[in-house]
């Protein structure tokens, strides 16, 4: 068992109460969903009281939202990054697909909850531009949308081909989760990049 000096956070300082409390949800949303999980239950694998679980988060849900919407925007950012580094599409895709397998080797649990709940969080969202602009989706949009302005990639529906793309790699993911694929993420980089990158060009 992991010490609470150990305990490394999401948004609160590794080592912390608040910590050990991100750790524990993400473990139990990622096993059994958000609505199967109670703060009770977060408490007691965090071996503290309700009580104390209340003082760093107002609900379950303020929690599971803050847990997911910390590593969307890390993806978004690092999208981002990749986008503003030099060279074409070509490169720019090798640098999100790293990004994201990084992501994933960096925190599975963190990265396979992110992709669990995106159903629940990601609808909710639509509108409000400040959580859009911290959107990884949208980040992925805008640069498959300036590859086709400059006719880098065929023309079309620049959300479609980022919906495939992203398809592409987070559908690897998920079903590593489900134990199918073995390995990190990152060991199969160069055939998700083809893959990527065949989407864009097709």
Not at 129 to 135: F, H, T
């Amino acid at each position: 068992m992991s010490k609470l000096s150990d305990i490394r956070g999401v948004t609160a300082a590794d080592g912390t109460t608040k910590a050990k409390i991100e750790r524990a949800a993400i473990t139990l949303f990622a096993e059994r969903g958000v609505d199967a999980v109670t703060t009770r239950e977060i408490a007691a694998a965090t071996g503290v009281s309700e009580g104390a679980l209340y003082r760093h988060y107002n609900s379950k849900e303020e929690l599971a939202e803050t847990l997911f919407f910390a590593i969307h925007r890390r993806l978004a950012e690092e999208i981002n990054e990749a986008a503003s580094a030099s060279g074409g599409i070509a490169d720019k895709t090798r640098a999100i697909v790293a990004a994201y397998c990084q992501a994933a080797d960096d925190d599975w649990a963190l990265f396979s909850y992110h992709v669990l709940a995106a159903h629940r969080f990601l609808p909710a969202i639509k509108g409000k531009s400040k959580k859009e602009n911290d959107s990884p989706v949208a980040a992925v949009e805008a640069i498959i949308a300036t590859a086709m302005s400059k006719g880098e990639l065929p023309k079309g529906d620049a959300a479609v081909k980022a919906a495939m793309s992203l398809g592409a790699v987070l559908q690897t993911a998920l079903h590593t989760y489900y134990g199918r694929i073995s390995g990190d993420l990152s060991t199969h980089k160069p055939q998700l990049e083809k893959a990527v990158l065949a989407i864009l060009k097709s």
